[in-house]
């Protein structure tokens, strides 16, 4: 069974940088796709971006175009989420997730997968 821990939330100022990682262990070579979900208060959950391991694309949702970079080290089964430029909105609890089904691309920008993280939080405030 995969088991995933995110790390690497904090607080930063508007215009900041975090790297957000995630731990994967299990049968690692189980998922077909791992991404980053987050979830603001009072909002609902929303996919940011998605890597797919079949042939290492990368998707990001608009808001993440040009300032968030998703990376894969398969060798230490880390996945990372490179943030820059950051705002006050993307202030959320960052979850990573796996899929295990090979659902299409946009299920996995949706948000939808198999196995969770426990998330990690990002504060962008002054």
């Known amino acids: 069974q995969l088991h995933l821990v995110e790390s690497g939330g904090g607080l930063v100022q508007p215009g900041g940088s975090l790297r957000l990682s995630c731990a994967v262990s299990g049968f690692t070579s189980e998922y077909t796709a791992i991404g980053w979900v987050r979830q603001a208060p009072g909002k609902e959950r929303e996919g940011v971006s998605v890597?797919?391991?079949?042939?290492?694309?990368?998707y990001y949702q608009d808001f993440a175009k040009g300032r968030f970079t998703i990376s894969r080290d398969n060798t230490k089964n880390m996945v990372y989420l490179q943030m820059n430029s950051l705002k006050p909105e993307d202030t959320a609890v960052y979850y990573c997730g796996v899929d295990l089904t090979g659902r299409p691309i946009i299920a996995n920008m949706g948000g939808e997968y198999d196995v969770w993280g426990q998330g990690t939080q990002v504060t962008v405030s002054s």
């Open positions: 890597f797919v391991t079949a042939d290492d694309s990368t």
